[in-house]
């Protein structure tokens, strides 16, 4: 059985991974190296990768070890190892340097110069009011006040929190509060960059793509470096498209939303006027462009991801811990499981499981449910001791595939629904991939979790975290994972009853009504400010 151990496993592709940038020319990983440039920022050095997690004990030639990964990277070479530093502390201080610096702007691949886009000494490098029809420093004169969320379509997990969030607002505040919701890249940078979705897309079907793409992106001195290359050719029109809305707050749901606009933010002298937040959606591991030192809140899922904000250098008062803001239909209460069960056309009494696919179907379900037709069969007895309940999402070959086949149980393929609250509600356990959304909505209705794959880099963690809170198991067997349910339905009831139950403790339904009301007040308390100097 793939449990503990089993999910500890999942650390490996991380390592071979490292191992792999590691034999680049010229350098390799050192866990033991840390140095400081000579302006105390920290070097590449101890940057390279974030992925610092002791997932646990894991199974490598027939003996348990405990793997923690923590590479820094360093001279191969033991006599040019000065040379090489003071290399890589001087490319540090170019990058610190023109980081702080907000670039030319750039409209649709045309680069601009300082009169055109309003540069220069006497703004301090910033934006021109009456270039962008500022009016009072963005923020608008009436009393509503105006939220302006950014987002993108990499994964549907970051438009469920945007939406998630602007609900919560217009639930609370009613219509004190105008809220919209952007996708940065694509509705206001020019090509390539608006491809960002598309990209994300493919890299995570070629998985390798991805996974080298997510590791070698992590140093601050990459990262960094490419957000100041690429605010060149995009600064004019990102400013643009959030000087439109002339928003009180900025909310960040994504990894990629905050160096850009916070740069052009502090180029403008605005980080006073606004409230700049980020409201991170990985539950574990999460890639360290999360963090951004002038954010006023970073508002953390889990106590996890708190200490890697702390790591990457926010301060306490910056960062609170609320949980992930989930669909709002999750928040209000769930109907009795028989009365779902009914109206999604099964049997009442049987207990049942959740196969999903996400959005797209992807991933073994088929072998899954089959196997799972096997085991929840009790040929002695000659009836079923469990019923399966799969979402295909929008693969309708699947959906055909599955209601084409001979079952011995009641089997209900569903192909892409709207209401997975009540899909939810229905059943006993889940089977699905180790998003983050989906996890944190399965706690919300006490579902144990059998996860059965993830993405690389950010859902890596999830499994751990889900297997070692108790609250569920992970496995890419389709016949083991069948084998756990059908011991759940039967001899291993209590276990089941035991992970509901720590499902949700850990459970957060309210997560997003707490971020929404630290941000009133957040807007409240500003507004008292920039009264209070205006009257000065």
């Known amino acids: 059985m793939q449990s503990s151990s089993s999910s500890s496993s999942v650390t490996l592709e991380t390592t071979n991974t490292i191992n792999l940038l590691s034999k680049l020319p010229t350098f390799t990983f050192n866990s033991n190296t840390h140095h400081l440039n000579s302006n105390g920022y920290p070097s590449i050095l101890p940057n390279f990768t974030q992925s610092d997690k002791k997932i646990g004990p894991f199974s490598a030639c027939g003996r348990k070890k405990s793997l923690k990964i923590v590479g820094s990277l360093s001279s191969s070479g033991t006599g040019s190892g000065s040379s090489f530093s003071k290399l890589f502390n001087e490319f540090n201080r170019f990058v610190s340097f023109h980081c702080d610096r907000i670039p030319l702007g750039c409209d649709s691949g045309r680069v601009y110069s300082e009169s055109e886009c309003g540069f220069g000494e006497r703004n301090g490098g910033g934006l021109e009011d009456g270039t962008l029809g500022l009016n009072g420093g963005l923020v608008g004169n009436n009393n509503k006040k105006k939220v302006l969320i950014l987002m993108s379509d990499t994964g549907g997990g970051h438009r469920a929190s945007a939406e998630a969030i602007k609900w919560a607002f217009n639930e609370k505040f009613g219509d004190q509060y105008e809220v919209s919701v952007t996708d940065l890249w694509t509705d206001h940078t020019p090509w390539p960059f608006n491809q960002l979705p598309r990209s994300y897309n493919f890299l995570v079907k070629h998985g390798s793509l991805w996974r080298m793409t997510y590791y070698a992106s992590a140093p601050r001195v990459v990262h960094q470096s490419n957000f100041a290359a690429t605010s060149t050719f995009i600064a004019r029109e990102v400013a643009r498209g959030l000087m439109k809305y002339q928003p009180n707050i900025i909310i960040s749901v994504h990894p990629l939303m905050q160096h850009v606009p916070l740069r052009i933010l502090r180029s403008r002298g605005l980080l006073d006027r606004i409230v700049f937040t980020t409201v991170v959606t990985d539950l574990s591991t999460c890639h360290p462009t999360w963090f951004h030192k002038l954010v006023t809140r970073c508002y953390c899922p889990t106590e ?91 693969n309708k070959n699947l959906v055909n595939k599955l209601l084409s086949a001979e079952w011995k149980i009641p089997v209900q393929v569903k192909g892409f629904v709207t209401k997975m609250e009540e899909c939810m509600g229905a059943c006993d356990c889940i089977i699905t991939k180790a998003g983050p959304g989906t996890i944190a909505e399965a706690m919300i209705r006490g579902l144990p979790i059998i996860l059965n794959g993830y993405i690389a880099g950010q859902e890596v963690g999830n499994v751990p975290y889900v297997v070692e809170n108790g609250c569920g198991k992970f496995s890419k067997s ?59």
């Open 478 to 536: 389709p016949k083991e994972i069948a084998n756990i349910v059908g011991q759940w339905f039967g001899p291993k009831a209590h276990e089941l009853k035991a992970m509901s139950q720590n499902a949700l403790s850990l459970a957060r339904p309210d997560s997003v009504f707490k971020i929404v009301q630290d941000l009133h007040e957040l807007v409240k308390q500003r507004s008292l400010t920039m009264q209070y100097l205006g009257s000065s």
């Open 304 to 394: 996890e991801v708190a200490k890697r904000a702390s790591k990457a250098g926010l301060q306490s008062p910056q960062i609170k811990v609320y949980g992930l803001p989930v669909r709002p239909s999750f928040v209000k209460p769930v109907r009795p499981k028989v009365e779902l069960r009914k109206e999604l056309g099964m049997d009442e009494d049987l207990p049942t499981v959740l196969l999903m696919g996400g959005g797209e179907g992807m991933g073994p379900i088929e072998a899954t449910a089959k196997a799972l037709g096997n085991a929840l069969y009790d040929e002695n007895l000659g009836e079923p001791i469990g019923q399966i309940l799969v979402i295909c999402g929008r």
